[in-house]
């Protein structure tokens, strides 16, 4: 009876070891999965902050684009009154040469130009 009981006991033992080995391999696949994961999440989690550093420097770019676009346009306004100005300014002058004059022959005016302006 002792030997069978024995016989039973070494059996359960041996039954409880394979259980054992067989859940810390199962734990072990689940860690190493579980890291695989973790990796995995921290790269797309770096290359979704890289993008959104790139997606605020592109914004900023832009806005710094349109700032200098605006600043150019108006010195392009400002530009274009002044060349304006200084052909109204030339024709009258010119008017004046010509109306000063006391010649007969007809008047050589400054012929001004006039652009797509």
């Not at 059996?11 to 080995?21: Q, V």
């Not at 900023?60 to 600043?71: A, I, P």
Request: glycine share 0%; hydrophobic share 30%; net charge negative.
């Amino acid at each position: 009876v002792i030997y069978a009981l024995n016989t039973k006991n070494d059996e359960h033992e041996a039954a409880i070891a394979t259980l054992k080995e067989a859940h810390e391999e199962e734990v072990q696949q689940i860690l190493s999965e579980t890291r695989e994961k973790i990796l995995q999440y921290k790269s797309k989690i770096s290359d979704e902050m890289d993008l959104k550093k790139r997606i605020q420097s592109l914004e900023e770019s832009m806005e710094l684009h349109e700032r200098m676009k605006r600043q150019a346009l108006a010195e392009f306004e400002s530009y274009r009154q002044r060349v304006e100005d200084m052909q109204l300014c030339t024709e009258a002058q010119s008017r004046e040469v010509c109306q000063s004059e006391d010649q007969n022959p007809p008047c050589q005016c400054i012929t001004t130009w006039r652009g797509p302006f």
